[in-house]
């Protein structure tokens, strides 16, 4: 007790530097539109780490397959696949046998889709997180995004491997193939940003994300070639789906699908950072709502 | 204005609570604003207003007009019953949320504990948890790594940092959660009243702790229903009442005018949704309350006179021996003591169901002068179970009125312990050394009698 009545008198005065040195925080209310304060989020850096990570680990945890998730179900849709398009319909796969030209778009398709899936619900999930606690919400649907690479990573071993079994040799583009998986991850988080604010006030979105994947799917060339569209037009107007430039850039830098992608990809690139950039402003503008309202 | 660690100016928070009810006259308008609802709702979120799932009209200001600054280095509590907006008001000061209108400036590195263990996630082991809790909690990686065996061991978990937090007791998990708190280091520390959980021993070193980093400069802003953890704590206290600053002074002042004034209503307690109260299927507390002889509540006891503590309960199920128990603390934390049910006619006796009322008597000139907490409990004599426990249910001020017969006789000055029972005293003149005749006169009289 006593000790804590004379407290005040025992702290030294600070000397007048080192006061100015401490970091102000301002909190008032912030009004439409407000900046999207990236270099906050690179101060949590490490918390973006943490909960990716976290992500990661819990992912399989109590499954008896693990970690072979992440590869059983590309893989299992690619046998599916092979045999209902490639055998039975005699869908065309650009001269490259078909197993593999499904795979090659399966295991970037697999990221995108389990990313939107599970970031789109990522800020419910993580609702008592938000109403506990101040860190840069964004770092939540981001983490959710990031911590599928490692599925994509796994996944992609296994398309080397069928690369290695079909004597697939890739041509020097794969150094392209880096910033295709940026452009998935783009558009997986420009879409999850949308749909998770969404899903903060309507719970509806958290069932029309499956139905959003099956159809983004088939407007996808997964199970055939973007070739089948012959007008040049009209391909264009197709590789709108941002998507449509990351499957056709993967078979490209990998496979060596001879059709060169280049203005599609285009595209389908400025596509994919619309989403992004739209997603990340309105995120930031509703992210004061959350805490009230999740 | 370098010594201001906290400055808030003219705060507001509004709240929407409900659905403003709309008349529709004829069936097709509520048909047509059923297929609108949506639309509307979804322009309203595309523009970026924030409702809830349904049409939100209603408001509640949860705070209104709140200002006051916070030197560096205080230590701050924040009293006012439920509702008063204290929460908010800690929601608003660890940026959970945005006030409506005003501002708050902060100086300094912060950190909020408005739940222990928050982002714990199971499926970890208690090593991976307090890597995630600490970064969640601000700290930096190099920080925890630096820190980690001090708080493994301040957890006393130690055998089981690799076991997933499932397999904790919720006592671990919470003492694990508070260890990684505690080491917390930030210029301005806020906290709810997270300390109102775990056992007794260790939420005093948790307040130990806490009192460390009050003494290293810090600055802590503390709310709490414990009074006597903010007495403890704290040397000023600020005390809201409907999102209003009804007072702010020094803690003992604020206290007791907070007690004093019925806003407290600490002597009673009442839990009026039964499925929500105290207990379990067997048995729960509806109602404790510190009472005089007159079966009013007592909120300050004359220490002269008896005071009752008394406890309603509803049994549900029969055939139980059961064990009404009430915990008495003083303001500084000290247990006064634990009494048992005695009863004769109860005791050993299973109990029919139904409601029933059980009150202690304290007996006058026992207690010592301040603030007592009641704690009630129940227990099954047998089985050693616990049906319900409630740490600082109610709590009452016992006063001495200074008017000579009580245990202080005529000093009027401070007096200490826990206890003031009245004793019974003999002072007997045994060695005379000025002997007069008189006295020796009377004690002659003394011995012959």
């Not at chain 1, 203005?263 to 805490?291: C, D, H, P, Q």
């Not at chain 2, 002889?293 to 300050?300: C, L, M, P, Q």
Request: proline share 4%.
């Amino acid at each position: 007790m006593i000790s804590k009545k004379s407290l005040g008198n025992e702290i030294p005065a600070l000397p007048a530097v080192e006061v100015d040195n401490v970091p102000e925080i301002l909190i008032q209310p912030s009004k439409g539109w407000v900046s999207l304060n990236l270099a906050e989020l690179w101060q949590y850096r490490e918390l973006l780490y943490f909960l990716t990570w976290r992500d990661v680990k819990v992912r399989y945890k109590q499954t008896i397959l693990g970690v072979a998730w992440a590869i059983i179900q590309p893989f299992l849709t690619m046998v599916v696949f092979s045999l209902f398009f490639g055998k039975l319909a005699k869908v065309p796969s650009d001269g490259i046998p078909y197993p593999i030209f499904s795979y090659a778009a399966l295991v970037p398709w697999s990221f995108f889709a389990n990313g939107l899936n599970q970031a789109s619900n990522s800020l419910v999930t993580n609702a008592n997180m938000i109403k506990k606690i101040y860190f840069p919400r964004l770092a939540i649907p981001l983490a959710t995004v990031g911590s599928g690479v490692i599925d994509f990573v796994l996944a992609f071993f296994i398309l080397l491997l069928m690369m290695l079994y079909y004597g697939i040799i890739p041509t020097i583009n794969i150094i392209w193939l880096p910033f295709f998986l940026l452009l998935t991850v783009c558009t997986s988080l420009g879409t999850s940003l949308w749909l998770s604010v969404m899903n903060v006030q309507f719970r509806d979105v958290r069932y029309t994300v499956p139905f959003i994947t099956q159809f983004w799917m088939f407007m996808t060339p997964i199970a055939y070639p973007s070739s089948l569209i012959e007008n040049q037009l009209l391909r264009m107007v197709y590789a709108l789906n941002p998507m449509v430039g990351v499957i056709d850039g993967f078979r490209w830098a990998l496979l060596g699908t001879e059709s060169n992608p280049g203005l599609n990809i285009v595209v389908s690139t400025i596509m994919a950072f619309v989403l992004l950039i739209s997603g990340t402003f309105y995120f930031r503008r509703m992210e004061k709502t959350f805490a009230d309202v999740v | 204005m370098s010594d201001i660690a906290i400055h808030a100016e003219n705060l507001s928070k509004m709240y929407h609570i409900g659905k403003k009810q709309e008349k529709y006259y004829m069936l097709r308008d509520s048909l047509v604003d059923a297929f609108k609802a949506p639309f509307r709702r979804v322009t309203k979120l595309l523009r970026g207003q924030a409702s809830g799932a349904a049409e939100l009209d209603e408001t509640i200001w949860a705070l209104k007009d709140i200002s006051f600054e916070i030197k560096r280095g205080e230590l701050v509590g924040i009293i006012g019953r439920n509702g008063a907006g204290k929460s908010t008001l800690l929601k608003i000061l660890s940026r959970i949320t945005e006030p409506t209108t005003g501002f708050v400036r902060i100086r300094g590195r912060i950190s909020s504990l408005l739940e222990v263990g928050t982002g714990f996630h199971h499926e970890l082991t208690g090593r991976e948890n307090v890597y995630l809790n600490g970064a969640i909690l601000g700290m930096a990686r190099a920080e925890i790594d630096r820190k980690f065996d001090e708080i493994v061991a301040f957890s006393e978990v130690e055998k089981f940092v690799d076991t997933p937090v499932k397999h904790y007791s919720s006592g671990m998990k919470l003492r694990l959660a508070f260890a990684v708190a505690a080491h917390l280091e930030p210029e301005i520390l806020i906290v709810d009243e997270v300390l109102a959980v775990g056992d007794a021993r260790f939420q005093r070193r948790c307040i130990n702790k806490m009192q460390d980093v009050g003494q290293h400069g810090r600055t802590v802003l503390f709310v709490s229903h414990n009074m006597p953890a903010v007495t403890r704590l704290c040397e000023r206290a600020i005390l809201l009442n409907e999102g209003q600053i009804i007072e702010d002074g020094s803690v003992g002042q604020v206290v007791n005018s907070y007690l004093n004034s019925g806003l407290g209503t600490m002597a009673v307690r009442e839990w009026r949704d039964i499925k929500k109260a105290p207990g379990d299927d067997i048995i729960r507390l509806i109602r404790v309350r510190a009472r005089t002889r007159d079966g009013e509540t007592a909120e300050a006891a004359d220490i002269r006179q008896p005071v009752g503590l008394e406890m309603e309960y509803e049994v549900f199920e029969a055939g139980h021996v059961l064990l009404p128990y009430f915990n008495v603390l003083n303001e500084d934390g000290v247990k006064v003591f634990t009494a048992v049910e005695q009863d004769p006619e109860w005791r050993g006796r299973p109990r029919p169901a139904g409601r029933y009322i059980t009150t202690a008597w304290i007996p006058g000139n026992l207690l010592s002068e301040g603030l007592l907490f009641v704690g009630p409990a129940m227990r099954t004599v047998k089985a050693m179970t616990r049906h319900f426990i409630v740490h600082e249910a109610i709590a009452f001020q016992v006063i001495d009125t200074l008017e000579g017969d009580s245990a202080r006789g005529d000093f009027t000055g401070d007096l200490l312990g826990v206890v003031r029972p009245m004793l019974n005293w003999e002072t007997q003149l045994v060695n005379d050394q000025f002997m007069s005749e008189d006295s020796a006169e009377a004690r002659q009289v003394a011995l012959v009698e």
